[in-house]
């Protein structure tokens, strides 16, 4: 099987447009646990990201969408674009 190399800046941006949208479950009506399965959503490519970021020496940080989750009522710590 030949070797895939990829372009890690542009799992990056792909990877922080998802994280940007305010609903990973579009057309899903409201219910109560798509709040926390949209998290846990969120939480697994989050963690994707970092170790493709880590692992390649790319890895600088990122900024909360939202501002500060600690401030929030609701947290949506995954809300995130790594820089």
């Known amino acids: 099987m030949p ?3 990829l372009n890690v800046n542009d799992v990056r941006l792909s990877v922080n ?3 940007s949208h305010p609903t990973l479950a579009a057309g899903i009506a ?3 646990d798509v709040t926390t399965m949209e998290e ?3 939480a697994g ?3 994707v990201i970092e ?3 880590h692992t390649s020496g790319q890895y600088n940080g990122f900024r ?3 501002g500060w989750p600690a401030a929030r009522e609701k947290r ?3 809300r995130r674009a790594y820089l």
């Open 51 to 53: 170790h493709v970021l």
């Open 17 to 19: 447009s998802a994280l």
């Open 76 to 78: 949506t710590e995954y």
């Open 3 to 5: 070797r895939k190399t």
């Open 64 to 66: 909360y969408l939202d």
């Open 40 to 42: 846990a959503v969120r």
């Open 45 to 47: 490519i989050a963690s």
């Open 30 to 32: 409201a219910r109560s």
